[in-house]
């Protein structure tokens, strides 16, 4: 039998040749783009930063930044595909790139980033969340404080094995605070590998404070044991309508617990509760502990009496709720992980590195930056966009084809006509032509 699999090939037919004009795979970009010229994001990078520039640089920083943050929101996850990024015809409309942006080039102005210009970054990120919290008006909110490893394979400064689960691996270990509401990052420090979670954990929380959007009146702040520490506390204390929830670490905490009046939960057989006052040394006063414990096996082999196993959980909080209520209010805070695995793996948060720390700490933040961009774009326009991951929303409203079309002066982004999320796209396209900050 003959075979006419060629002759009904369509492939066949098709003939390739580069001649498609400006095509752009990143259409997505140009709302992302107003979005942040209506945040005047690039304004802020001018007048804030104090970073040196010659009257005839060939590209001003702001014009680095604002290509690396588009980059990072495209999937760009390295320096180098950073600068072949900036060869799309649509990043140089929008950033007004005359050539490409070069490897060198980029490095060369991220490396003029010392403690003072990375501070400044922090402080840019929080004047913007302010402006967009205006809108939110929120008056109630949790702050999620955590630390997490971001392991690394070279040798760049700052890259030390420390406090890392994948054993012999050379990581940093930065700190973070999450504000619940609109999952944003509202500060992180990038820090060595070898350092304490607990490590200047005053100080991030005084900055994250600082940093906060005006108008909150409450705040309850999350953590695990790692800030489990005098200090800590009374800094949180220290601010009227703050309230905290962290897990505790005590050496002699099983005891502690073993010798409290215990109530059993009502409608959960084998879990127990009690609350009680403590204070621990060193403390200048006590503080309140909730616990709660569950029986995980009743030995009944080799004893005289049954000898019931338990799970403790115990959380020290000023927060007033009872101890099942503050459970479950921390095992809320796991989904903080959840935004650490974005800020990491899909916005790619420690994976543009130079050998620099400062370097590389703008880099991590200038991560930080595009994913808060990514969440206050999508909770003022699009709510239901706004629940994705940032991976899941970059492949159906980033990376769309499209045509760049300059008549005369006027210049075009035309998109697939039947493209299946049309309608959510231009949705938040106009969501941005409708904003407005004050």
Known sequence: MKDNTSKRDGSSKIKVSFTGGKLTNYAGILPLYKFMNKLTVSHYFQTMLSIAEHHNTRFSVRQVLTGIILGIFSGQNRIAKIESFTHDPLVQQLVHLKKPLDKDTIIAKINKFGFKQTNQLMEINGKLSRRVHRKLRGKADILDIDSSVRTVYGHQQGAEKGFNPRKGKRSYHPLFAFLDSTRECVLSWLRPGDTHSCNNAVQFLKQAFALLPTGIEELLIRADSGFFDDKVMREIESHPGFTYLIKVKLKNLKSLLASQVWLEVPGMAGWSMTDFEYQAQNWQAPRHFYALRKVVAVITEGTLFPLTE?????????????????????????????????????????????????????????????????????????????????????????????????????????????YYKKETWLGINAGIDRLEFG
């Not at 903080?336 to 991590?364: D, P």
């Not at 933040?365 to 699009?382: E, F, G, K």
């Open 310 to 418: 338990y799970e403790y959980f115990c959380y020290v909080s000023n927060h007033d709720e009872d101890p099942l209520s503050l459970h479950h209010l921390y095992g809320d805070r796991g989904t903080s992980e959840n935004w650490i695995e974005a800020v990491k793996n899909q916005m790619y948060a420690g994976s543009l590195l130079t050998h620099r720390f400062w370097s590389n700490e703008a880099l991590w933040l200038l991560s930080i930056l595009a994913y808060n961009l990514s969440l206050w774009m999508r909770i003022l326009t699009d709510k239901k966009s706004w629940r994705q991951e940032p991976f899941t929303f970059r492949m159906w409203f980033i990376q769309v084809a499209g045509r760049v079309v300059r008549s005369g002066r006027r210049v075009s982004l035309n998109l697939y006509e039947a």
